[in-house]
C-alpha cells in the first residue's frame, strides 16, 4: 500500500494543478494523499509534499496540509503520527507569505545552541535556534542560525510538529 501513495504523491506533484487555488479537486487530491501519508506513518513523505507546496507557492494546498496535521496532531497520544520535523532549507520563496499564513509569532518560546566540533574538538560553529508559535497549536516554526569560523553562515528553516499540550 506504500507504494501506492507515493505513486499518488509522484502524480500530484507532476500535474502541478496545486498552483491553482481555485481547482478544488487537486486539493480534495491533496488532502485524500495527506491523510494517506499519515496513516501510514510516512512523515519523509509528508514533508516531500510540504516542502514541494511550499518552494512553489501552492499555499492553497499548503494551508489544508497544515490544517490536516493539525487536526492529527489534536489526537491523543499514541494515535497515527509521532511528532516530527520537516526541514524547509535554507531559503524559502515568499518567506513572507508562508509566515503570513502560518502567522507567525515572532515572540520566541524556545531557544537552543547547538555546537559542531572539529576532528580536533575544537568548536567549528554553533547554531542559535529560535522557536516560534504558529497559529496552529501543535506547529511551530523553527530556525537554525549557523554562526561559524569560515563565514558560511546561513539559517536553516524548520516546522515541527508535536502533540506537547504546554506549548498551547
Sequence with gaps: MEKAEMRSLEELIQNNSLHDPDDIDSLLETAEITRQLISCGLESELCRLINYTVKNGCFEAFSWIMAILQEEFEQPEGTGLKDFSCELGRSIPNYNELTRLLQVDFNVIGNDVKKAYD????VQSFFNIF???TAYNNVFLVTEENFDLKDNDFILYKLEFM???SNK
Design 131 to 133: 522557536k516560534y508559535r
Design 163 to 165: 502533540r506537547d499540550k
Design 119 to 122: 576532528d580536533h574538538g575544537e
